[in-house]
């Protein structure tokens, strides 16, 4: 008897493992496209890594114009070329990162039910149209006013004293740009975050509402650790995302109303 169930068990333990493998070899295939698809898109955008550059440094150049002997810099002779490099990968990230949303939608979507997978979809095209705005609100509004704010910190000088004028590097000025635009397009997926959450049962909409004054100093403190040490970057970043605080509640409101539903109907029809 003791036999048969060892047999037993391993036998399940062998069926097993055939979905299991199935499931791992998707997945590689999945990421091994993706992949690809990364490459592909570095490629191409370090062919076209002069109009990608022009769009990131557009900010600076309209701060600047009309000022004379502005321009930036490179102080390795290495620099410029990793710059271009740096600025490729970060173009081909971001055309890569819908493809890879659509991978993992595509590897998880089988194992969802028809109503998981209709719920799970609105996060999935939420997310890059919620990063783009974030990206664009800080590329057309929140660096062009912290652009002039510092370089209002230029001095002509005068007798005795010796001017401060900026010879900004481009590795370093990109590099600021891009963490700038990945800041503010991570920040704003909070709505996607909390309303999952709230989807699982691990935050409610009452429990968001009565934070919220936590919510707010842990709002600006986080503004204060990923923008430049500047008040206009700070409140440009802490604003919108308050605002999506309190979207986030009202979606959280919205998802508890149709579990309660759901669960209603559940126990309408269990009744009968």
Known sequence: MVAERAADEQAEIESSKAPLLEHL?????????VVIFFLVA???????KDAIYTFLVQPYADAVQGLEGKRLIYTALQE???TYLKVSMFAAFWVTFPFLA???????APGLYRNERGAFLP???ATPVLFTAGAALVYYM????AWRFFLGFESPGGEGTLPIELEAKVGEYLSLVMKLILAFGIAFQMPVVLTLLARAGIISASSLAKKRRYAVVIVFAIAAILTPPDLISQIGLGVP???L????ILLARGVEKRRAARDAADEAELDD
């Open 102 to 108: 659509m991978q993992i939608w595509k590897f998880a």
């Open 42 to 48: 570095f490629v191409i955008a370090y062919v076209f």
């Open 123 to 125: 996060f999935l095209v």
């Open 142 to 145: 929140i660096i062009p006013l």
């Open 80 to 82: 410029a070329f990793f």
């Open 25 to 33: 070899t998707e997945l590689r295939k999945r990421l091994m496209q």
């Open 245 to 248: 605080y309190e979207i986030s």
């Open 241 to 243: 995302m308050l605002l």
